[in-house]
């Protein structure tokens, strides 16, 4: 859980360094964690994980706005209602979740396979993440 929670607050995983991105605002991940040394794209198609994650959370919170909005209005809401009600959680918030699913990612992915010893730095060897 402390992996995943790392993962939600823009932390490595491993360490729990908080300085991955370059700048906020230009979503710009480091390669490499400036701690303990991991490197984030640990395989060919990493990213692509991280855009899965962004998609789900995104097509889910569409969903949800949809359905509160049948249930709070009623189902003879027009269509151009709910998209009034949508669009903006469809639009704005894949673009301030993506440095979070990139993180996250990083942190499931940390949780299904586990750094090597050569992947992090000396001093960081003796963290299991769990």
Same mark, same amino acid.
């Given at each position: ?15 729990g360094s908080r300085t ?36 789900? !959370? &995104?097509?889910? #919170?569409? %969903?949800?706005?949809? =359905?509160?909005?049948?249930?709070? @209005?009623?189902? /003879?809401?027009? !269509? &151009?209602?709910? #998209?009034? %009600?949508?669009?903006? =959680?469809?639009?704005?918030?894949? @673009?301030?979740? /993506? ?32």
């Amino acid at each position: 859980m402390k992996v995943l929670w790392r993962g939600l607050t823009l932390a490595c995983g491993v360490c729990g360094s908080r300085t991955l991105f370059r700048k906020w605002g230009m979503f710009t991940m480091v390669d490499d964690c400036p701690r303990c040394g991991l490197h984030f794209e640990r395989m060919d198609g990493h990213s692509l994980g991280a855009v899965a994650v962004n998609t789900m !959370t &995104s097509s889910a #919170l569409v %969903l949800t706005v949809v =359905a509160l909005a049948l249930v709070i @209005i009623g189902t /003879d809401a027009s !269509t &151009s209602t709910l #998209l009034l %009600l949508a669009a903006p =959680a469809g639009l704005i918030f894949p @673009i301030l979740f /993506d440095p979070v699913s990139r993180t996250l990612w990083n942190a499931i992915e940390l949780l299904m396979r586990p750094p090597q010893a050569n992947e992090i730095r000396k001093e960081f060897r003796h963290i299991k993440v769990r």
